[in-house]
């Protein structure tokens, strides 16, 4: 029995079709702890902006957030005169209508900014299994850019 090239290709689209769902596809290995977006991106001290977190990728990866913790850092050069400053320190509510979402309004504070790169990171921590079985937490982190003035 002979195959034409054509069906060859649709049988193997087919297996890759099943053994990938769909649903995953379309998430990118860097939206595994969440997907964190901040608005606006450009801030001085005093102003107001929201910070939004999506979870509905990092739950396809397995990741489902127990705590989420909300930082303003300089990723680099860091001189040890930067540390790190706590926006907020959340638990998603898994019966909310929208228990993959978490989303806050927040001011930047009145500190001490320098001439630096700053970013938003989003510390994302959650159960895994340990060899036993026994469940202990990780963290992954995701960040984003922002601009203080």
């Not at 850092?73 to 993959?100: H, K």
């Amino acid at each position: 029995m002979q195959l034409s090239f054509s069906t060859v290709i649709a049988t193997l689209a087919a297996v890759f079709a099943v053994a990938t769902p769909a649903a995953a596809q379309a998430c990118a290995e860097a939206d595994r702890f969440g997907d964190v977006t901040v608005s606006p991106t450009t801030l001085s001290p005093g102003e107001t902006f929201t910070v939004t977190a999506n979870f509905s990728c990092a739950a396809q990866f397995g990741v489902n957030p127990e705590y989420t913790d909300y930082y303003i850092e300089v990723p680099v050069n860091n001189n040890g005169f930067e540390p790190p400053i706590l926006l907020a320190r959340r638990t998603l509510n898994p019966s909310s209508a929208t228990p993959l979402l978490d989303s806050f309004t927040t001011q930047l504070p009145y500190a001490n900014y320098f001439n630096a790169s700053y970013v938003v990171i989003l510390d994302t921590t959650y159960p895994v299994n340990g060899t036993n079985g026994s469940p202990y937490s990780v963290v992954g982190s995701v960040e984003i850019p922002i601009s203080i003035l």
